[in-house]
């Protein structure tokens, strides 16, 4: 019995080692590379540089991302039928939408189309996050200060704000495609 209480203490210790380990990574990571303006500010603005998809493509591409929401999340999925992963719903957008190709991974859509500052992001444009110390996750913004995406195993397609704090702290960046 007294070797199954050290076991446990000794278990207990090195858990907390971990945790600790766990919480003093998360807080090394590099803020993000920039902020959302603040709300009211006027973001869906007409400046900033123009991508190869002309604005009324890309502004149906937000229309068919967001006729997609509710359809369950599913890892490797790009189809309405077998369900989506981040990039595969962005994928299946601009290719429905714009008849464009894009890269299957989201660290290869962080280097698509034009970086753009996010004072100047317009709907069809992509949002990317890093949730793992890397871009890891991005969606489609469609105005407003909202992004469709599918985020998570056991969930939908969605539609969140990118200014709710889980995402604003992991913002990395726009891309105009």
């Known amino acids: 019995m007294k070797n199954s209480g050290q076991a446990r203490a000794a278990r207990r210790a090195l858990?907390?080692?971990?945790?600790?380990?766990?919480?003093?990574?998360?807080?090394?990571?590099?803020?993000?590379?920039?902020?959302?303006?603040?709300?009211?500010?006027?973001?869906?603005?007409?400046?900033g540089p123009q991508g190869r998809v002309p604005d009324e493509l890309a502004r149906e591409a937000s229309f068919?991302?967001?006729?997609?929401?509710?359809?369950?999340?599913?890892?490797?999925?790009?189809?309405?039928?077998g369900g989506f992963d981040c990039s595969g719903l962005i994928v299946y957008v601009y290719r429905r939408a714009a008849g464009l190709a894009l890269p299957r991974t989201v660290a290869q859509l962080a280097q698509v189309g034009l970086a753009v500052p996010p004072s100047a992001v317009r709907s069809g444009d992509l949002v990317l996050f890093d949730t793992r110390g890397r871009y890891s996750h991005a969606g489609?913004?469609?105005?407003?200060?909202?992004?469709?995406?599918?985020?998570?195993?056991?969930?939908?397609?969605?539609?969140?704000?990118?200014?709710?704090?889980?995402?604003?702290?992991?913002?990395?960046?726009v891309r105009r495609v």
């Open 140 to 173: 489609i913004y469609v105005g407003g200060g909202r992004f469709v995406h599918a985020p998570s195993s056991g969930g939908t397609v969605r539609l969140d704000g990118v200014r709710a704090r889980y995402w604003a702290e992991r913002f990395s960046g």
């Open 64 to 81: 068919l991302a967001l006729s997609l929401v509710d359809t369950p999340y599913r890892y490797g999925g790009n189809t309405p039928q």
């Open 15 to 47: 858990l907390g080692l971990l945790g600790t380990s766990i919480l003093a990574a998360c807080s090394t990571l590099p803020p993000p590379s920039a902020g959302w303006p603040e709300a009211g500010s006027a973001p869906d603005a007409d400046d």
